[in-house]
């Protein structure tokens, strides 16, 4: 079978979808390590904007690459213009508040307001939690070795106590699997 071009280019939505979940997938499995090629990575990238020129939030997943690479001005290079291009993207204005946060720019506090009141990406709400916590924690670092007591944030305990809660339902969920699972033995 022959597919000429404009087949080639009119895949389904389904297909792009499918895609950008592999990227996505491969990039956030083991974070923050990193298990997969970020080349190969990168060539799914350029064919997903080869497959959608015009979706401009597509541009995010190249910025996300830049910033697993640690090309810091690149990815806040490509954020900020998807965020200019594309405003109600909440994801891409979240990690353009990452890279500015990482790079100590202050600045990030209006760029994470401004994802969280387009609202809709409960990621990025949480993503904006922890780079308050992380920032909470820094200053709590800060206070301990100018002398002062140290004391964990709330915002940091909030975090550990639902990474904690979190942890116990897994391994309930778990155990509940390996107890239903004992029919199956002969």
């Not at 990039?27 to 990575?41: A, E, I, R, S, W």
């Not at 820094?138 to 004391?151: P, T």
Request: net charge negative; proline share 3%.
């Amino acid at each position: 079978m022959v597919v000429d071009q404009r087949e080639y280019l009119a895949c389904s939505d389904e297909i792009v979808g499918g895609l950008i979940e592999t990227v996505s997938t491969a990039l956030f499995h083991d974070f923050p390590n990193v298990g997969v090629d970020l080349d190969d990575v990168e060539k799914v990238v350029a064919a997903l904007t080869v497959l959608r020129p015009n979706v401009v939030e597509i541009e995010t997943l190249t910025g996300l690459l830049h910033m697993f690479r640690g090309n810091w001005d690149d990815a806040m290079r490509v954020l900020r213009s998807v965020c200019e291009r594309a405003p109600a993207f909440a994801y891409a204005r979240t990690l353009l508040a990452v890279c500015l946060s990482a790079n100590g720019d202050a600045s990030w506090h209006r760029v994470a307001s401004e994802a969280l009141e387009l609202e809709g990406d409960p990621h990025a709400a949480a993503l904006v939690r922890v780079m308050r916590a992380r920032e909470d924690l820094q200053g709590a670092i800060d206070a301990y070795q100018g002398g002062e007591e140290f004391r964990i944030p709330d915002s940091c305990a909030v975090l550990i106590a639902e990474q904690n809660a979190t942890t116990e339902e897994n391994e309930v969920r778990a155990a509940g699997i390996l107890d239903s699972s004992g029919y199956l033995r002969l």
